[in-house]
T-cell receptor, first 114, second 114 residues
Framework: DTAVSQTPKYLVTQMGNDKSIKCEQN?????MYWYKQDSKKFLKIMFS???????INETVPNRFSPKSPDKAHLNLHINSLELGDSAVYFC?????????????FGPGTRLTVT | QKEVEQNSGPLSVPEGAIASLNCTYS??????FFWYRQYSGKSPELIMF????GDKEDGRFTAQLNKASQYVSLLIRDSQPSDSATYLC??????????????FGKGTHLIIQP
């Protein structure tokens, strides 16, 4: 069983398009995250959600909008895609109520904007 | 500004030797510390976490934490070629709540020479 899954694995699209990435976790965790890993492999937090509530919203363009329909799912919608959005996007999850809050990552979605 | 610093490497270690990976962090309020391993094209995989000063051992891996020096390290004993990967140090800063994102270092590329 996959603990944290993401779809699609690869996403190639043109500038200006709108796309979504889906994430699901079956670990029973109540907190989920989106991270971006750029071409230099630097991994940076974008958003965190706890029980469907937005907790962290780092300096991310408002073209990026996370949506959490329930605590097992966290989707990322991106409007008006730009070349600079090309990266690998990782979803992660953790348990909020017990420490030390280790996070488990999904397989990643490689987004290429042409 | 939360910062986590790692030597990017590459760090080359002969097979069977001890690999020593180091990390420093800027925020004294940091609560929990994590080591992730990332193979090329794969997602970060949690190896160990530590939150108390001292050493923590798990199989061939030992994490060491010195909060006074704001320093955390990972030792890999009996290094194997399969240990060749990028090792990411990550810090959970804040009140220790699970919804905090992780701040990652840029990773150390480790090469184990057969």
């Amino acid at each position: 069983d996959t603990a944290v899954s993401q779809t699609p694995k690869y996403l190639v699209t043109q500038m200006g398009n709108d796309k979504s990435i889906k994430c699901e976790q079956n670990l029973g965790h109540d907190t989920m995250y989106w991270y971006k890993q750029d071409s230099k492999k630097f991994l940076k937090i974008m958003f965190s959600y706890n029980n469907k509530e937005l907790i962290i919203n780092e300096t991310v363009p408002n073209r990026f909008s996370p949506k959490s329909p329930d605590k097992a799912h966290l989707n990322l919608h991106i409007n008006s895609l730009e070349l600079g959005d090309s990266a690998v996007y990782f979803c992660a999850s953790s348990q909020y109520t017990t420490g030390p809050y280790e996070q488990y990552f999904g397989p990643g979605t490689r987004l290429t904007v042409t | 500004q939360k910062e986590v610093e790692q030597n990017s490497g590459p760090l080359s270690v002969p097979e069977g030797a001890i690999a020593s990976l180091n990390c420093t962090y800027s925020d004294r309020g940091s609560q929990s510390f994590f080591w992730y391993r990332q193979y090329s094209g794969k997602s970060p995989e949690l190896i160990m976490f530590i939150y108390s000063n001292g050493d923590k051992e798990d199989g061939r891996f030992t994490a060491q934490l010195n909060k006074a020096s704001q320093y955390v390290s990972l030792l890999i004993r009996d290094s194997q070629p399969s240990d060749s990967a990028t090792y990411l140090c990550a810090v959970n800063v804040g009140d220790g709540g699970g919804a905090d994102g992780l701040t990652f270092g840029k990773g150390t590329h480790l090469i184990i020479q057969p």
